[in-house]
Nanobody, 122 residues
Framework: QVQLVESGGGLVQAGGSLRLSCAASGRTFSNYAMGWFRQAPGKEREFVAA????????VYIDSVKGRFTISRDNAKNTVYLQMNSLKPEDTAVYYC???????????????WGQGTQVTVSS
């Protein structure tokens, strides 16, 4: 089992920045690819970004490319999502996820966090 706990959400004005963190515990963190998803009110949960076990490979949805950066610190068992130039449409609950590979992060997540709310005001 892997336990994931997100933090760093909050209220920010459009154009602002937030950094989300996800602390993992349980099995060896570096064995897993990690990802971030989000779910806006009335919408399905969508994939945002993923990073492989070493941090060398990252994947993003088009709408956040150039604005969001996913990274990880395996020594701290933590994955981050730096969000810049935030827009009102980024408002959602953001979830951390873990799976064996980045492909599996996007297709079949093994573990989820509880989520952290991000609200971007216009």
């Amino acid at each position: 089992q892997v336990q994931l706990v997100e933090s760093g959400g909050g209220l920010v004005q459009a154009g602002g920045s937030l950094r989300l963190s996800c602390a993992a515990s349980g099995r060896t963190f570096s064995n897993y690819a990690m990802g971030w998803f989000r779910q806006a009110p009335g919408k399905e949960r969508e994939f945002v970004a993923a990073i492989n076990w070493s941090g060398r490979t990252t994947v993003y949805i088009d709408s956040v490319k150039g604005r969001f950066t996913i990274s990880r610190d395996n020594a701290k068992n933590t994955v981050y999502l730096q969000m810049n130039s935030l827009k009102p449409e980024d408002t959602a609950v953001y979830y951390c996820a873990a799976a064996a590979t980045t492909a599996q992060v996007m297709a079949s997540v093994n573990y989820w966090g509880q989520g952290t709310q991000v609200t971007v005001s216009s």
